[in-house]
């Protein structure tokens, strides 16, 4: 027999009853039942149930163990009266009467536990992470994201693709996030980048002729927390296609998520073809560039019953400057004084003065605002929003850019309150037709968007002849249930229209060389149309495993000051390392 085991903790079964078998694993919990002692013995792959009397020669260690020792249990397999058999356990059918134990690693006293699963401090939950991975639904979380990714190489194969790797170290860019830099020893004063994504490479892929590109690709940037995206590193499925127009990327693309989807979904319904959203229009209905389409309220624009109305706050925004406007929020069965008032004080709790509002009984319009504008206006609003007697309507107003935020926050809030988000379904869309540029307040200035590679809608004559900030670009987000899960564009593959697109953005031509010179030297050595897109996986995971927060479907996870607590990183290092490095180190007082 194995020196460790003859069968898994999770594969004994009926047909195994009678036979001696060996299994080793963690014990999960041990329970006195008056002369028995019952030992619950977990790996991998499951959970037995293993049994000892004061008559076996095991017995006497048996009562020294305790949680998550790790045991080498001989025994024989019988079966379980019916009384006593566990459905909840593959395994449940059978038990294990112990003839052998042997301690093959003791224990010291668990920081946490791993039975019961309770809740504990984050902290020692991430320093202790090779425990806390041992918790059943982690565990699973991560080998659901194993399968996720496996299945995500599968169908990229299917479709014609071959994963290649590129490099970690390359250099420092100027767009987008702030570098992770890596100091070089043969080269004093230089610094190497860790990719912010694959981007320029998997172009560089395109032009030698590969045609199709996917990698399971890490990324790393010096970025701020964020809610929706780990400290410091993450990963993307990665994709590049050479000769193709938006519609063949959508192809691959759509058929690869919802193919994900509906393989790990646990029976929610997943959406069959993907409706395209242009940006502008996102914004306009959701507040948004990553709708969360499980909710039903679309906002729309309600100016027209407001000017010159006898509600002077709005009537005089919109007489002041034709760039305000008046939105509407519906609210569904939200018609009651109590529910208004409690959205108006969440308004005042995210900074805004509140939150104009109207509600509908008894056929007609109640609250200040009704009153103010009247019965004639506030059925007019009524009636273009569809709304009845126990639905009510909630108003933003100002300069749309800046309101827009707070009104897609206030339509989830309103419609997660009410209970009419569906959330048995993953709703996935795409996002089309982004605006190439945008205006930096800070700086002043005409600014990149989105991805500064994209191809311009109307190419080098648009860039010429079009205020840049009306231009779009052949950019694309796929978005589920308001997450962002795929970015990507068609690249700009023409030298000129480079250069252009860059001098508006304030890159002169000698910038562009020195920063993307590989790039624009392989643009002019004949370069393939290409385009494609990059696939969060981590917010994939999180999503199809019912996770609230990233790090539950991470193995080994920083917390919120990308700080990794197990490993103790970022740590200090010998001042051998800086003289090798040519570093001398100018710490903030």
Partial sequence: MHRYRSHTCGELRDSHVGE????SGWVHRVRDHGGLLFIDLRDHYGITQCVVDPDSPAFALAETVRAEWVLRIDGEVKSRSAETSNDNLSTGQVEIFIR???????SKELPLPVFGELDYPEETRLKYRFIDLRRETLHQN????S???ASMRERMRSHGFNEYQTPILTA???EGARDFLVPSRIHPGKFY??????QQFKQLLMMAGFDRYFQIAPCFRDEDPRADRLPGEFYQLDVEMSFVEQEDVFRVAEDVLKGIFVEFADGKRVTDVFPRIPYSESMRKYGSDKPDLRNPIEMQNVSEHFAGSGFKIFANMLASDSKNEVWAIPAPTGGSRAFCDRMNSWAQGEGQPGLGYIFFRDGEGAGPVAKNIGPERTEAIRTQLGLNDGDAVFFVAGQPKKFVDFAGKARQKAGFDLDLVDQDQFALCWIVDFPMYEWNEDEDRVDFSHNPFSMPQGGLDALENTDPLELNAWQYDAVCNGFEILSGAIRNHEPEIMKKAFAIAGYPEEVLEEKFGG??????YGAPPHGGCAAGIDRIVMLLCGAQNLREITLFPMNQQAMDLLMGAPSDVSNQQLRDL????NLPE
């Fill in 20 to 23: 001696t078998v060996r299994l």
């Fill in 100 to 106: 052998e134990l042997e301690v093959l690693g003791a």
């Fill in 142 to 145: 991560i080998m659901k994201r």
């Fill in 147 to 149: 399968a996720i990714i």
């Fill in 172 to 174: 420092s860019s100027p």
């Fill in 193 to 198: 980048a860790l990719p912010q994504a694959p």
């Fill in 519 to 524: 790039m624009l030297r392989a643009l002019e």
């Fill in 582 to 585: 040519h570093i001398r180190l």
